[in-house]
């Protein structure tokens, strides 16, 4: 809420003036390693002759002081009181220099957090007025004046004004209200006023428990979506994300309504909680509230993001060092990320205890399922305490049975928490079992709730015990902006990718990967993959390598046959490959596919490789899939396996490819009024470069814009299209050889703010080049507006008709994210002899105007680029160039020492 400006209440004197303000201003705050000297504080807030400037210099005093207690290790627990006790004086202080009539008639009330006496250094500070029957325009200036006055000495002040009538009334319309005046305590003004606005909106007038606890559950489950219903996002709210802070307060809240206690110990007392978990609350609700009393001191405002920018910090803060194969932050982080995996199992088991007491019948009759569990309002439960021990196999079998029974509301708060006791009897003895293998495998086979278990398995802890390479990626971040999830996150995101696939309700997502889907001979051989594909992450040496040791070894453990088991750790082994065969590798080149299809050896091996890696790539991060890429795998994918039918020792003929390409160009063109004629005349200038280099409907688009194409009108070309055998928006580009368009052509599509998935530059017989480029706008799709390709295309025009050298930097910033690492830039070179060509890998920091950069110094050392594979890794680039000199030869190894020294040098200076 928005203070009352001061310039508003001109018309009453002020009572905060003073013309002596320099007394308080002067005062210090003792903390000397004992707290706060709040004998001084109390001193100087009594002195008359404080003003506006003295209260400001006391809460900056002591914010600096609880900031200095801070370092020092003092308990977070006393430090948010503190605050709030700080502020409480302040407050109280200024409220007694009101007019009499405003302190005698008016309560004085804080509530929200303020109210529980939490406060970290720059939290809003939550008032409530409850005003007297029909007196709101009496006291209206005063308490304008006040507002104002605490504004101004730097508090952030939230206010509402009320009476007792309008309190109950807005409570019972808006939860939020209900919520915040349940803790609610009197700071000044007449208590009467105070307790009889407590009655009103206690669970006898509104919001009874029943109405009130669903409406909690219901606004923890929207809130809870807003975040992708994860706790593991790169930059987690502390606050509001599943397992943060409001997770706790909701247990508190319901408590409140239910038992009248606001006290997480009291629920020990009423067997909601056990000790154990009380202090899984309080360890963790103190680790998140040192991780905001740190955000508010490091951003020096209000602040629940753990951002980026905050996070190495605040890990140094907190005095962690980086280690052999981890980072310090990244060390801070999962410890993060475990923490409020902690959290959020112990919410879910309160909540459903809460379910249970509130809206269901607590001494239901159980059903009996099984020998060893039960159904109890819905929830599956054991059917004795000692289940677990006298057959620990079924901590495996509990998650079948959910399988099985997918009417089942989940597992209930008691078991949950037997299943936490018991989790050391999954040992070596257990994991050697054969009869867990088999129930493993099974919960792997399951026609149904495959992932939905596994992500239980891993809440629960029973997946990271069971196998434990993967325990130890639980909570493992890695500090790039390519990887949006922790590792088990994303690794269960990968089995959750592949499992749709299996599903026939989402046939209609990928329908060619469903297809191949359920054409598999196993298909947990592509979960287990799945599973352990990034395993070995934070080991040290080659994650993909490692890795496949560990797959097959479990593998073969688990009864698999020899040859399932190598495969699931070929896969491992190869996961990156088609990725990058796809992004960094030309793949109109034969031999690429033909030295692909040779690592693949076979269509079993492609299929599951090919699946494998549109689940890994989808699952890493939400912004990293797009149709570009979807068309690239399926491409790379659909030419291997032709490859591989046709018989390795048959590579597919050059002469023929070319065949297939100008008929497949000539059937599209026969609807079209293009005689055979104009198309000998146009195609005779296209070298076998291009016929190689261009799909079929790119060259019968070219060839109608070239029909017409009077170069004494214009010397160039430029056209702009949406076609559905692309996944982008294709750019074309018809100009002179000599004009070096590449630098000015993706500086205009950065300006435009798209993303260049694909850029070909094939310079033909004629002195002419064609320019093939494909973009996505940020969102991932092509142009969709009509009127936005117009305007790019005019803009281009413009551009190459000039022959501008543009700066895009100048309309355009790196994102925050990005700007935050620093990436030395690297370039090699490979020369590709067969291709008569040279091969330039560059990898340096993501920024715009970074391929209009590269494209200047090229074209300032005469080096004319073929093609460009672009592929952005968070916040680096991994461009690759494959290039020629004026004579279209390879570069010899004196322009190649320069090159690289030019283009160090240039994006070093931009960076």
Same mark, same amino acid.
């Given at each position: 809420?928005?203070?009352?400006?001061?310039?508003?209440?001109?018309?009453?004197?002020?009572?905060?003036?003073?013309?002596?303000?320099?007394?308080?201003?002067?005062?210090?705050?003792?903390?000397?390693?004992?707290?706060?000297?709040?004998?001084?504080?109390?001193?100087?807030?009594?002195?008359?002759?404080?003003?506006?400037?003295?209260?400001?210099?006391?809460?900056?005093?002591?914010?600096?002081?609880?900031?200095?207690?801070?370092?020092?290790?003092?308990?977070?627990?006393?430090?948010?009181?503190?605050?709030?006790?700080?502020?409480?004086?302040?407050?109280?202080?200024?409220?007694?220099?009101?007019?009499?009539?405003?302190?005698?008639?008016?309560?004085?009330?804080?509530?929200?957090?303020?109210?529980?006496?939490?406060?970290?250094?720059?939290?809003?500070?939550?008032?409530?007025?409850?005003?007297?029957?029909?007196?709101?325009?009496?006291?209206?200036?005063?308490?304008?004046?006040?507002?104002?006055?605490?504004?101004?000495?730097?508090?952030?002040?939230?206010?509402?004004?009320?009476?007792?009538?309008?309190?109950?009334?807005?409570?019972?319309?808006?939860?939020?209200?209900?919520?915040?005046?349940?803790?609610?305590?009197?700071?000044?003004?007449?208590?009467?006023?105070?307790?009889?606005?407590?009655?009103?909106?206690?669970?006898?007038?509104?919001?009874?428990?029943?109405?009130?606890?669903?409406?909690? *559950?219901?606004?923890?489950?929207?809130?809870?979506?807003?975040?992708?219903?994860?706790?593991?996002?790169?930059?987690?709210?502390?606050?509001?994300?599943?397992?943060?802070?409001?997770?706790?307060?909701?247990?508190?809240?319901?408590?409140?309504?239910?038992?009248?206690?606001?006290?997480?110990? %009291?629920?020990?007392?009423?067997?909601?909680?056990?000790?154990?978990?009380?202090?899984?609350?309080?360890?963790?609700?103190?680790?998140?509230?040192?991780?905001?009393?740190?955000?508010?001191?490091?951003?020096?405002?209000?602040?629940?993001?753990?951002?980026?920018?905050?996070?190495?910090?605040?890990?140094?803060?907190?005095?962690?060092?980086?280690?052999?194969?981890?980072?310090?932050?990244?060390?801070?982080?999962?410890?993060?990320?475990?923490?409020?995996?902690?959290?959020?199992?112990?919410?879910?088991?309160?909540?459903?205890?809460?379910?249970?007491?509130?809206?269901?019948?607590?001494?239901?009759?159980?059903?009996?399922?099984?020998?060893?569990?039960?159904?109890?309002?819905?929830?599956?439960?054991?059917?004795?305490?000692?289940?677990?021990?006298?057959?620990?196999?079924?901590?495996?079998?509990?998650?079948?049975?959910?399988?099985?029974?997918?009417?089942?509301?989940?597992?209930?708060?008691?078991?949950?928490?037997?299943?936490?006791?018991?989790?050391?009897?999954?040992?070596?003895?257990?994991?050697?079992?054969?009869?867990?293998?088999?129930?493993?495998?099974?919960?792997?086979?399951?026609?149904?709730?495959?992932?939905?278990?596994?992500? &239980?398995?891993?809440?629960?802890?029973?997946?990271?015990?069971?196998?434990?390479?993967?325990?130890?990626?639980?909570?493992?971040?890695?500090?790039?902006?390519?990887?949006?999830?922790?590792?088990?996150?994303?690794?269960?995101?990968?089995?959750?990718?592949?499992?749709?696939?299996?599903?026939?309700?989402?046939?209609?997502?990928?329908?060619?990967?469903?297809?191949?889907?359920?054409?598999?001979?196993?298909?947990?051989?592509?979960?287990?993959?799945?599973?352990?594909?990034?395993?070995?992450?934070?080991?040290?040496?080659?994650?993909?390598?490692?890795?496949?040791?560990?797959?097959?070894?479990?593998?073969?453990?688990?009864?698999?046959?020899?040859?399932?088991?190598?495969?699931?750790?070929?896969?491992?082994?190869?996961?990156?490959? *088609?990725?990058?065969?796809?992004?960094?590798?030309?793949?109109?080149?034969?031999?690429?596919?033909?030295?692909?299809?040779?690592?693949?050896?076979?269509?079993?091996?492609?299929?599951?490789?090919?699946?494998?890696?549109?689940?890994?790539? &989808?699952?890493?991060?939400?912004?990293?899939?797009?149709?570009?890429?979807?068309?690239?795998?399926?491409?790379?994918?659909?030419?291997?396996?032709?490859?591989?039918?046709?018989?390795?020792?048959?590579?597919?003929?050059?002469?023929?490819?070319?065949?297939?390409?100008?008929?497949?160009?000539?059937?599209?063109?026969?609807?079209?009024?293009?005689?055979?004629?104009?198309?000998?005349?146009?195609?005779?200038?296209?070298?076998?470069?291009?016929?190689?280099?261009?799909?079929?409907?790119?060259?019968?688009?070219?060839?109608?814009?070239?029909?017409?194409?009077?170069?004494?009108?214009?010397?160039? *070309?430029?056209?702009?299209?949406?076609?559905?055998?692309?996944?982008?928006?294709?750019?074309?580009?018809?100009?002179?050889?000599?004009?070096?368009?590449?630098?000015?052509?993706?500086?205009?599509?950065?300006?435009?703010?798209?993303?260049?998935?694909?850029?070909?530059?094939?310079?033909?017989?004629?002195?002419?080049?064609?320019?093939?480029?494909?973009?996505?706008?940020?969102?991932?799709?092509?142009?969709?507006?009509?009127?936005?390709?117009?305007?790019?295309?005019?803009?281009?025009?413009?551009?190459? %008709?000039?022959?501008?050298?543009?700066?895009?930097?100048?309309?355009? &910033?790196?994102?925050?994210?990005?700007?935050?690492?620093?990436?030395?830039?690297?370039?090699?070179?490979?020369?590709?002899?067969?291709?008569?060509?040279?091969?330039?890998?560059?990898?340096?920091?993501?920024?715009?105007?970074?391929?209009?950069?590269?494209?200047?110094?090229?074209?300032?050392?005469?080096?004319?680029?073929?093609?460009?594979?672009?592929?952005?890794?968070?916040?680096?680039?991994?461009?690759?160039?494959?290039?020629?000199?004026?004579?279209?030869?390879?570069?010899?190894?004196?322009?190649?020492?320069?090159?690289?020294?030019?283009?160090?040098?240039?994006?070093?200076?931009?960076?």
């Amino acid at each position: 809420m928005r203070a009352p400006a001061s310039s508003t209440v001109q018309p009453e004197p002020n009572p905060f003036e003073s013309a002596n303000a320099a007394a308080l201003a002067r005062q210090t705050l003792n903390v000397g390693g004992f707290g706060i000297d709040w004998d001084r504080i109390d001193a100087a807030l009594a002195d008359p002759a404080a003003g506006l400037i003295a209260y400001r210099s006391l809460l900056r005093s002591a914010n600096a002081a609880l900031g200095q207690l801070f370092l020092a290790d003092t308990p977070i627990e006393q430090l948010v009181r503190d605050r709030a006790a700080v502020v409480d004086r302040v407050i109280q202080s200024a409220w007694n220099r009101c007019p009499a009539a405003l302190q005698k008639r008016v309560s004085l009330i804080a509530v929200g957090g303020y109210g529980r006496h939490e406060l970290h250094p720059s939290s809003d500070v939550d008032l409530l007025f409850i005003l007297p029957d029909r007196m709101r325009r009496r006291y209206g200036q005063s308490i304008a004046t006040f507002l104002a006055f605490l504004w101004d000495i730097g508090l952030e002040v939230g206010h509402s004004a009320r009476t007792v009538a309008e309190c109950r009334e807005e409570s019972r319309r808006d939860m939020t209200v209900a919520t915040s005046v349940m803790e609610s305590r009197l700071l000044a003004g007449p208590e009467e006023l105070f307790k009889r606005m407590q009655n009103a909106v206690g669970p006898t007038e509104i919001w009874p428990a029943r109405t009130f606890f669903e409406a909690k *559950l219901k606004e923890q489950r929207v809130r809870h979506h807003r975040y992708d219903d994860t706790a593991y996002n790169l930059e987690p709210n502390i606050k509001g994300s599943p397992g943060g802070l409001r997770d706790i307060q909701v247990i508190t809240w319901i408590a409140m309504r239910y038992f009248g206690t606001g006290k997480l110990e %009291d629920l020990v007392e009423h067997e909601f909680l056990t000790p154990a978990q009380l202090a899984i609350l309080r360890d963790g609700r103190e680790f998140l509230w040192r991780i905001r009393f740190a955000l508010h001191i490091v951003t020096g405002r209000r602040e629940d993001r753990l951002l980026f920018d905050h996070q190495a910090k605040i890990a140094s803060l907190f005095g962690y060092e980086d280690a052999s194969y981890t980072l310090a932050v990244e060390q801070f982080m999962q410890r993060y990320y475990r923490t409020v995996m902690e959290l959020s199992r112990v919410n879910e088991m309160l909540l459903q205890l809460f379910q249970e007491a509130i809206l269901m019948n607590p001494h239901a009759p159980p059903e009996p399922l099984t020998e060893d569990f039960q159904v109890r309002n819905g929830f599956l439960q054991v059917t004795s305490n000692d289940v677990f021990q006298s057959n620990p196999s079924a901590l495996l079998e509990i998650f079948l049975i959910l399988q099985q029974h997918p009417e089942l509301n989940g597992v209930s708060a008691y078991t949950i928490a037997l299943i936490r006791r018991n989790l050391h009897r999954i040992d070596d003895e257990f994991r050697q079992s054969p009869k867990n293998h088999r129930l493993f495998l099974q919960i792997l086979h399951a026609p149904e709730g495959v992932t939905h278990e596994l992500r &239980r398995m891993n809440l629960y802890g029973v997946l990271g015990q069971y196998i434990p390479h993967f325990g130890r990626i639980v909570g493992r971040m890695q500090y790039d902006l390519f990887h949006a999830y922790t590792v088990d996150e994303h690794t269960l995101f990968v089995v959750s990718n592949l499992r749709r696939f299996a599903l026939e309700r989402f046939d209609h997502e990928f329908p060619r990967c469903s297809e191949i889907m359920k054409g598999l001979p196993v298909p947990e051989v592509a979960y287990l993959a799945g599973l352990f594909h990034d395993i070995a992450k934070g080991r040290g040496g080659d994650h993909s390598e490692l890795g496949a040791v560990d797959a097959e070894a479990y593998c073969l453990e688990h009864g698999m046959s020899r040859y399932e088991a190598r495969l699931v750790a070929w896969l491992v082994r190869h996961h990156l490959a *088609l990725s990058l065969t796809a992004q960094k590798k030309d793949v109109d080149d034969q031999e690429v596919i033909r030295e692909f299809a040779a690592l693949v050896g076979d269509e079993t091996h492609l299929d599951y490789l090919y699946l494998l890696t549109v689940a890994d790539v &989808r699952a890493t991060s939400p912004k990293l899939w797009n149709s570009w890429k979807a068309q690239l795998f399926e491409e790379l994918y659909e030419m291997t396996k032709r490859a591989l039918r046709r018989g390795l020792e048959i590579p597919i003929d050059k002469e023929e490819l070319l065949l297939e390409k100008k008929q497949a160009a000539r059937q599209l063109l026969a609807s079209s009024e293009v005689s055979d004629a104009e198309i000998d005349r146009i195609w005779a200038d296209f070298g076998e470069e291009y016929f190689l280099r261009c799909r079929s409907e790119e060259m019968s688009w070219h060839t109608q814009l070239l029909v017409d194409f009077d170069p004494s009108q214009r010397p160039f *070309l430029v056209a702009v299209q949406n076609d559905d055998s692309s996944a982008g928006t294709t750019i074309f580009l018809y100009t002179p050889q000599v004009d070096f368009t590449f630098a000015t052509a993706t500086a205009v599509l950065d300006e435009f703010g798209l993303t260049i998935v694909d850029a070909r530059v094939i310079p033909l017989e004629n002195g002419y080049s064609v320019s093939v480029y494909v973009v996505l706008e940020p969102d991932g799709q092509r142009i969709l507006d009509t009127a936005r390709c117009e305007q790019l295309q005019q803009r281009l025009r413009r551009a190459v %008709d000039r022959g501008d050298d543009l700066d895009p930097r100048v309309t355009r &910033r790196a994102p925050r994210q990005v700007r935050m690492f620093s990436t030395s830039t690297m370039v090699s070179f490979l020369q590709d002899e067969k291709n008569s060509r040279t091969v330039i890998e560059l990898v340096t920091g993501d920024r715009p105007g970074l391929l209009s950069e590269v494209g200047k110094v090229l074209r300032d050392n005469h080096v004319f680029i073929l093609n460009a594979k672009i592929l952005t890794v968070g916040e680096r680039a991994e461009d690759v160039f494959f290039v020629t000199d004026e004579q279209d030869r390879p570069l010899n190894e004196a322009t190649c020492e320069t090159l690289k020294h030019s283009l160090v040098t240039a994006l070093e200076e931009s960076a």
